[in-house]
């Protein structure tokens, strides 16, 4: 069974195509990265298949059935979470409350109504039931919200000397690798169905790359299935079961890492050979 399934993805901006045509697919519990030179159309790719952008053509299948709708939201709630390649985390909270921000797809008791969220008519329906829960919580969602900190608290774990001693820290404060982990973590703790990574070792030095390859090689071994971009090969390599090659907007090679490095076309596109 496929997680994700993408065929003829394109987009175009004032006229120039970004994306053409672009398929490609993951499998359960296997890991798939993007490669190519700047502008090849990575990052939109992956913005096109989490809802931050809109195809002009193409189709999108999550385990088999089309998304619902293409809202970053509905795409999150659907089981593909992601992280960009400019960290964003809420500066003002902690690391602990960034990190719950993810079990809020997966709360029950305290999101009543939560159906209602996309009817622009009753939207304030689940909104008045969630204020009216969070200064009067039944016993099902104290229940909850103890078993969702149950939660965090195993991610903030999967990063112990990191985010463990700074859990109560305002993100703000975090260095940038930090604020990658809180990142992952947040998007992790949403039992996310296909985790999108975009160069999640983006700013960080050799040692914290190979913390976090390992960190990856982690997920992996447990049956998390990523999709990522990442700019760093020998990264990419280790990690990935298959790997796409992208330039000028196509798909120009893809396969296992071993085949895809040795391609003439990969090494016409890094190095500007002639074939």
Known sequence: MNVLEITGLSK????????NGVGLRVAEHQTVSIIGPNGSGKTTTLNLVTGVLRPDAGTILINGHPLPARHPEQVAASGILRTFQNGRVF?????????EIGTHLGLRANRPFKVFAA??????LPMLAEV????FPTPAARRELAEAQERVNEQVNRFPERLGPRQNHLAHTLSYANRRRTEIARSL????ELLVLDEPTAGMN?????????QLLELKASGQAMLLVEHKLD????????????????????GPPARVRTDPAVIDAYLGRKS
């Open 132 to 135: 009216l829960l969070a200064c």
């Open 119 to 124: 009817h622009p008519l009753m939207a304030w």
């Open 12 to 19: 175009s901006f004032s006229g120039l195509r970004a994306v």
């Open 91 to 99: 500066g003002n909270l902690s690391v602990n409350e960034n990190i």
């Open 206 to 214: 050799q040692s914290e790359t190979a913390e976090m390859l390992k």
């Open 235 to 254: 990264l990419v390599m280790t990690l990935s079961d298959w790997v796409y090659v992208m330039d000028g907007g196509q798909v120009i090679a893809s």
């Open 189 to 192: 703790v949403a039992g996310p």
